[in-house]
């Protein structure tokens, strides 16, 4: 058993005749050390999947279905009610801090608070914790910026803190939804090493929510891809670049920088994701995709494709992609 295991994910916004389905059976499951990416356009279903599993989405908008078990200990019981957030070993980082830090308490007062809430430290050990996380996350003079407020650090500093915050909590798994979105190439390259190495160091399962298939190319072990709330195709990441097997993973490949130089202008797929509450009786991906044949007009389940892969297109063994290696 993985240490996180989530099986037949579902989520659904509003009530009685207005209700509609943002995901639709999610299953993933994350091993201790690993780094998964969960990748999709804006829209897919990215973000309700890392919401979900939090226990971040309210319970009078939101009913989640299924089942998550995380280091043997399940997320919700079979009524639906979660364990507290403070006794799950799970934390959070988001694209923009600034959403995440309170603006008026210094860095290292929020850091120390969190550990003496969630650790249960003394004010001297937990600064002297507080002190070693922000030099584990990789900032300079951490004295220093123990007293800095989060308005004047730079973003990728505080994306540092940030992660530094979910540090203190111990967490087993951490879930990053696009955290180098907001920053630059140059930070965002150092953050993607910080993450690598903490989940190396930690043994921390990961699981990196990114629009960018080219970060997941250089974070993750294993992919995802998502599409209107469903999973389309998973697989080692190595293998799934090389040879991508749904036609809409294809598309997001063929978009990255790299493959763009190669065909002379950046391919993007025309059409958009659909909302959720569109009626979909076929292949989801079928209005945007340019091999739909008169057998995709049935609904698509995700099967088998090779050692330890799993695509949702009936065609994926007819149709061949170009690939990058990475
Ligand atoms: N609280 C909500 N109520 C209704 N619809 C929502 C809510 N949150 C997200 N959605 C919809 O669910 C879909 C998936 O959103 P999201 O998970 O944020 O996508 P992304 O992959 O970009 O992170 C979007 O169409 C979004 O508008
Ligand atoms: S099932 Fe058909 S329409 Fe859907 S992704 Fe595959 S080829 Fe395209
Ligand atoms: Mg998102």
Same mark, same amino acid.
């Given at each position: 058993?993985?240490?996180?295991?989530?099986?037949?994910?579902?989520?659904?916004?509003?009530?009685?005749?207005?209700? %509609?389905? *943002?995901?639709?059976?999610?299953?993933?499951?994350?091993? +201790?050390?690993?780094?998964?990416?969960?990748?999709?356009?804006?829209?897919?279903?990215?973000?309700? /999947?890392?919401?979900?599993?939090?226990?971040?989405?309210?319970?009078?908008?939101?009913?989640?279905?299924?089942?998550?078990?995380?280091?043997? *200990?399940?997320?919700?019981?079979?009524?639906?009610?979660?364990?507290?957030?403070?006794?799950?070993?799970?934390?959070?980082?988001?694209?923009?801090?600034?959403? #995440?830090?309170?603006?008026?308490? /210094?860095?290292?007062?929020?850091?120390?608070?969190?550990?003496?809430? !969630?650790?249960?430290?003394?004010?001297?050990?937990?600064?002297?914790?507080?002190?070693?996380?922000?030099?584990?996350?990789?900032?300079?003079?951490?004295? +220093? =910026?123990?007293?800095?407020?989060?308005? &004047?650090?730079?973003?990728?500093?505080?994306?540092?803190?940030?992660?530094?915050?979910?540090?203190?909590?111990?967490?087993?798994?951490?879930? +990053?939804?696009?955290?180098? $979105?907001?920053?630059?190439?140059?930070?965002?390259?150092?953050?993607?090493?910080?993450?690598?190495?903490?989940?190396?160091? !930690?043994?921390?399962?990961?699981?990196?929510? $990114?629009?960018?298939?080219?970060?997941?190319?250089?974070?993750?072990?294993?992919?995802? $891809?998502?599409?209107?709330?469903?999973?389309? &195709?998973?697989?080692?990441?190595?293998?799934?670049? +090389?040879?991508?097997?749904?036609?809409? /993973? #294809?598309?997001?490949?063929?978009?990255?920088?790299?493959?763009?130089?190669?065909?002379?202008?950046? #391919?993007?797929?025309?059409? =958009?994701?659909?909302?959720?509450?569109?009626?979909?009786?076929?292949? %989801?991906?079928?209005?945007?995709?340019?091999? =739909? !044949?008169?057998?995709?007009?049935?609904?698509?389940?995700?099967?088998?494709?090779?050692?330890?892969?799993?695509?949702?297109?009936?065609?994926?063994?007819?149709?061949?992609?170009?690939?990058?290696? %990475?």
């Amino acid at each position: 058993m993985s240490l996180l295991e989530v099986k037949s994910l579902e989520v659904r916004f509003g009530h009685g005749e207005k209700q %509609v389905q *943002a995901l639709y059976g999610v299953d993933l499951s994350i091993d +201790a050390g690993e780094i998964v990416g969960l990748v999709g356009e804006s829209g897919s279903g990215k973000t309700v /999947t890392s919401l979900a599993l939090m226990g971040l989405l309210d319970p009078k908008s939101a009913e989640v279905g299924g089942t998550a078990v995380l280091d043997g *200990a399940p997320l919700w019981d079979e009524r639906g009610r979660r364990r507290p957030r403070s006794k799950v070993p799970m934390a959070m980082v988001f694209q923009e801090p600034m959403t #995440a830090l309170d603006p008026v308490f /210094t860095v290292g007062s929020q850091l120390v608070e969190t550990l003496r809430v !969630r650790r249960a430290m003394g004010r001297r050990q937990a600064r002297a914790e507080a002190l070693e996380l922000l030099e584990a996350v990789g900032i300079s003079d951490p004295t +220093a =910026r123990m007293r800095a407020h989060p308005h &004047e650090l730079s973003g990728g500093m505080r994306q540092r803190v940030m992660i530094a915050i979910a540090l203190a909590c111990e967490p087993k798994l951490l879930i +990053a939804d696009e955290p180098t $979105t907001a920053v630059d190439v140059t930070i965002q390259a150092q953050l993607l090493d910080l993450i690598r190495g903490l989940a190396r160091e !930690r043994g921390m399962a990961v699981l990196f929510v $990114t629009h960018d298939l080219g970060v997941v190319a250089e974070t993750c072990d294993r992919m995802i $891809t998502m599409y209107a709330g469903r999973v389309v &195709e998973r697989g080692p990441v190595v293998e799934v670049l +090389a040879e991508p097997a749904h036609p809409y /993973t #294809a598309g997001l490949l063929s978009a990255l920088p790299a493959a763009a130089e190669r065909h002379a202008r950046l #391919a993007t797929i025309p059409g =958009r994701v659909p909302p959720p509450g569109t009626e979909i009786t076929g292949c %989801v991906f079928a209005p945007r995709c340019s091999h =739909r !044949r008169d057998v995709c007009d049935q609904p698509q389940e995700l099967l088998p494709h090779g050692d330890g892969r799993e695509v949702r297109c009936i065609r994926a063994s007819e149709i061949q992609f170009e690939g990058v290696q %990475v």
